[in-house]
C-alpha cells in the first residue's frame, strides 16, 4: 500500500515537471503562475509548495536538474574524445553532436532554461557562476589541448562561438523552424547542421593535428 | 500654450517608452504590468492606452521601432558596399560592422526584442513572418552575390549563423559580462569581435573575389 502511494507521489511530481516545461515554454516562467501549474498537472497547489518549495524553487530544480545532465554530457564526451580523437577537429564535431543529442532528448526543458538564462536576476547570475563557468573552463580545455594552437583568434571568442553553435537551435527555435523551414528537434536537422561546425572546425584547425 | 502642451505630451510618450524599456529589460514582458510602467514614468495609466492601446501595443510599437531601423540599416549597408567593395568577405565585416553598431545604439532596446522574439506566441510569430523573412532575403542576397560561391555550405546555415554572430551579444549579453568579462555595448567590445567575425569570413570567402 505504501509502495503504491510513493509511486502515485512520483506520478504527480512527474506530472508537475511536465506541466512546468510546458508552461514556461508557453508563457515564459514569470508568465506563468504556480496555480496554472498546478492546474494543468492536475494537483493541489500545496504539493508544489511541498516538492519544490514553489514556483521558483521548481525552476531552480529544472535548471539544476538540466544543467547537471548537460555538464556531465560535456565532461565525459571531453574526455573520450580527447582519449580517441587525436584530432582537434574531429573532437569538436564529436562534442558538438553529444550536446546536441543531449538537448534535443531534452528538447522542450532546453528551449525553456536557454531563455531564461538570458535574463539578469541573482537565481540567473547564480547559475551563471556555478554552470556556465564551468562550461566555459571545460571548453577552454578543449581548445587549448593544442599546444600548437596556430589560430589567431582569442580562445574566450572561440568559446563563445562554439558555445553559441551548440545551443542557439535550442534556445531559438521557431527561427529555425519558422525561417528556414527546419525542424531542430530531429534528426536530420542534427545531421545538417553538424556538417556546418564540420566545416567551421576544419576552417580552423585542419592544419593542426 | 497649446505647444507646451505637445511638447510635454511627446515627453510623456518618450517616458513610457524607456520605463518600458527598462522594465520588460529586468523583468520581461509576461513579468511587467502596464501599472508598473505607468508608475515608473509617472504617467495616468490611461496615458498608456491612449497612446499604445495597452502593454501588447506598447510591446508592438517597441518591437516594430526597433526592426524597421533595424532593416533600413542593414538594407542600407548592403546596397552601399555591394558598390564599394568587391570582397565578399570585407562586405560581411562592414555589414556586421553596421549592424553592431545599431544594436549598440539602441542597446537596451535590442536585447528586449531579442529576447521576446524568442518567445512562441501569435505576435511574435506575425512579427517573424514579416521581419525576419526580410531579413533573411536580404542576407541569402548577400551570400548569392557571389556567382562563383565555391562555398561547401547551404546558404541557409550561412545566414543563420552570419546572423546568429551578429545578434547573439545583444540577445545574451550578460552571458559575455559575466563568464568572458567584456562589456558588449562599448566600442572595443565591437572592434575584438569584429576581428573574429572577419577571421570566420576570411576562411570562409577570402578565396573569393
Not at 574524445?81 to 574531429?90: F, N, Q, R, S, V
Request: hydrophobic share 40%; with cysteine; glycine share 4%.
Amino acid at each position: 500500500m505504501q509502495t503504491i502511494e510513493k509511486v502515485k507521489d512520483i506520478n504527480k511530481k512527474n506530472e508537475v515537471i511536465r506541466s512546468a516545461i510546458r508552461l514556461f515554454n508557453m508563457s515564459g516562467y514569470t508568465g506563468t503562475s504556480v496555480r496554472a501549474i498546478a492546474n494543468d498537472a492536475g494537483v493541489n497547489i500545496a504539493l508544489i509548495s511541498y516538492y519544490f518549495g514553489g514556483k521558483k524553487g521548481l525552476l531552480e530544480y529544472l535548471m539544476s536538474s538540466f544543467f547537471e545532465g548537460y555538464l556531465d554530457e560535456m565532461e565525459s564526451a571531453i574526455e573520450q574524445t580527447t582519449h580517441l580523437e587525436p584530432l582537434l577537429c574531429t573532437r569538436l564535431i564529436q562534442i558538438a553532436d553529444r550536446m546536441i543529442r543531449y538537448q534535443q532528448r531534452y528538447f522542450y526543458l532546453s528551449r525553456c532554461v536557454h531563455r531564461e538564462m538570458t535574463l539578469d536576476t541573482n537565481l540567473i547570475r547564480e547559475f551563471m557562476a556555478s554552470y556556465l563557468m564551468k562550461e566555459k573552463y571545460l571548453l577552454e580545455m578543449v581548445f587549448k589541448q593544442e599546444e600548437s594552437n596556430h589560430v589567431a583568434i582569442p580562445t574566450d571568442i572561440l568559446v563563445m562561438q562554439y558555445r553559441d553553435m551548440i545551443i542557439m537551435p535550442f534556445l531559438h527555435p521557431q527561427y529555425i523552424r519558422r525561417i528556414h523551414d527546419l525542424q531542430p528537434h530531429e534528426d536530420y536537422f542534427r545531421k545538417y547542421y553538424l556538417q556546418y561546425i564540420k566545416y567551421w572546425a576544419d576552417q580552423l584547425f585542419a592544419q593542426i593535428s
